[in-house]
């Protein structure tokens, strides 16, 4: 059974208030007597409730709690790496919780994380509809900064990427290197980043022929029919770039082409998405866009630690951060094509 202030305080013979003083405020103590609390603490185990603690100090505990849409998504690593670098450095945690993209749960949380009268709520909506029960927690008081694609919206503090900078700037790179019939490999266009990253190509390649191949329902090593079929269409045909939403579909697209004894960058460039780790060793070097998830992270605890501190004075802030096309051996720069 958990021991609590009122055991301490029994067993070292001194009152509960001598104990909550050599927990808060030792210099009101004499050394014996703190001492000898100390050493009660020691013998029954007891561990301080710092939530209950910081609850009494300011109302509120010092926990910064965040919401992804899943934990397997490897994007949020360095996200979380750059959220829990700046909560430290405030002197706060941070807490990590998953929606699996499901609405209920999300709301679910940030009903519970409520309750536990966390410091913050760190967001990555699970869908665009999630923002009402959002706005009604801001309301009640919760500071909150959204993360994710460019929301920009009024009424809240957000952190995103530019997703169609991103496009455009690999869009750019295969134009220059000559390429007129371009595959985007991705998720359906209705989601965000993935339909920005589209445009964003679309724009930097007005003289090609840009297909958008759905890879919905994907899975690592499931391959890509899809996209292999394109793949397997003769030459004249068949696209001469392939531009993936991320380094995974990439990684297939890699695989797909020598499965059909097609050379990268020769005769179909390859492009991905997140400049993951392995990218640096696949069989071919990825080219790849390189996103700022660890300063992602930072800035949205920096923001919302600022709108805790200000309070009912404070301005919302959209944060959009740039991505970087990294250039590697999948896209070397290829004599222009003419058709």
């Known amino acids: 059974m958990r021991k609590g202030i009122k055991d301490v305080a029994r067993l070292a013979g001194v009152s509960v208030g001598t104990v909550s003083h050599v927990l808060n405020h030792p210099e009101l103590v004499t ?24 609850l009494a100090l300011r109302g509120r505990s010092e926990l910064i709690a965040m919401i992804i849409p899943a934990i397997t998504d490897v994007f949020f690593l360095d996200v979380v790496d750059g959220a829990q670098q700046a909560a430290l450095l405030a002197g706060a945690e941070l807490m990590v919780a998953s929606s699996e993209h499901d609405l209920e749960r999300e709301q679910r949380q940030l009903q519970t994380l ?3 009268r966390v410091r913050g709520v760190l967001l990555s909506p699970a869908v665009d509809a999630s923002l009402d029960g959002v706005r009604a927690l801001q309301r009640r008081g919760t500071p909150l900064t959204l993360i994710g694609p460019a929301f920009g919206r009024r009424g809240f503090c957000s952190v995103s990427i530019d997703e169609r900078s991103g496009g455009r700037q690999v869009g750019e790179h295969l134009a220059a290197a ?3 019939r371009v595959a985007y490999a991705g998720t359906p266009l209705a989601v965000h980043h993935v339909r920005e990253r589209f445009e964003g190509l679309v724009e930097a390649v007005p003289e090609a022929q840009v297909t958008a191949v759905d890879v919905a329902g994907w ?10 079929e394109l793949l397997a269409a003769p030459a004249a045909r068949r696209p001469t770039a392939v531009f993936c939403a991320n380094d995974l579909i990439a990684l297939e697209a890699l695989a797909e082409c ?6 990268v960058p020769g005769d179909v460039a390859v492009v991905g998405y997140d400049d993951m780790p392995f990218t640096r060793s696949a069989a071919v070097s990825l080219t790849t ?16 630690l ?11 802030r959209s944060v959009l951060l740039q991505p970087q096309l990294v250039v590697r051996g999948s896209s070397a720069a290829q004599r222009r094509r003419a058709g």
Do not use: I
Request: proline share 7%; aromatic share 2%.
């Open 114 to 116: 409520e309750q536990r």
């Open 258 to 263: 020598a499965a059909r004894g097609l050379s």
């Open 306 to 316: 600022r709108e805790d501190a200000d309070g009912a004075t404070h301005r919302h």
């Open 178 to 180: 000559g390429h007129r």
């Open 219 to 228: 899975q690592p090593g499931g391959g890509l029919p899809a996209l292999a």
């Open 31 to 54: 050394p014996e007597t703190a001492q000898r609390v100390r050493d009660a603490m020691d013998e029954l185990g007891y561990v301080r409730n710092e939530p209950a603690r910081q």
């Open 289 to 304: 866009v390189a996103q700022p998830q660890e300063e992602m992270g930072r800035r949205s605890v920096e923001l919302l």
